[in-house]
């Protein structure tokens, strides 16, 4: 029997180089089996984003072109007349936050049975003060006297102020006639 000389013919283990090299070779084609579908789908979300930036940009110009229109037609705007519309509307608002039915109250708990009132005209200025205008007839001067005089004593009411007295007959066959304005202030406790 020979004994083999293994110094001629050397034993070479090249098994555990296949099993690596396969191993790296499948390896490798996972990885690029992976990149192909990675970039197939991140490819897909590149047109995603492409045609929603494209809609994008067209709602961008659309909106550009609407706020030039709206620019051009605010530069025809006259700003000083839309400041007057706008401060008469905020003094008529004003005016309508009046309560009538409290003023209504006020005014009947001040008046004397023997005056009778033909006018009331409330007007509030931009400062909120109320000033009411009231025109009346009273059955004698005395009866108008004591009205004005109630109307001096109760806190709700201030500055009455005598404009325009008329004796009977004159102009006013009903009795003694007045107009007078004052200011009011529904705020103030009694």
Do not use: C
């Not at 049975?113 to 400062?127: C, E, G, H, K």
């Amino acid at each position: 029997m020979r004994r083999p000389n293994l110094a001629s013919k050397p034993f070479l283990n090249t098994r555990p180089v296949w099993v690596v090299s396969g191993v790296i070779w499948l390896l490798a084609l996972a990885l690029s089996g992976y990149s192909v579908v990675d970039f197939l789908s991140v490819r897909g979300q590149e047109k995603d984003a492409g045609s929603k930036l494209l809609a994008l940009s067209q709602k961008a110009s659309l909106l550009s072109q609407q706020a030039d229109a709206l620019n051009r037609e605010l530069s025809r705007v006259n700003w000083k007349k839309l400041k007057l519309e706008v401060d008469s509307v905020a003094h008529a608002a004003s005016q309508r936050q009046l309560r009538w039915g409290r003023l209504l109250s006020d005014l009947e708990n001040v008046t004397p049975w023997d005056v009778r009132l033909l006018s009331i005209n409330p007007a509030v200025d931009a400062s909120g003060k109320v000033t009411i205008t009231l025109e009346g007839v009273a059955t004698s001067r005395e009866a108008w006297l004591k009205f004005l005089g109630r109307l001096m004593e109760d806190p709700r009411f201030a500055n009455p102020i005598p404009r325009q007295e008329e004796a009977p007959g004159t102009g006013s066959p009903m009795g003694y006639g007045f107009s007078l304005s004052v200011t009011y202030n529904p705020e103030v406790a009694t």
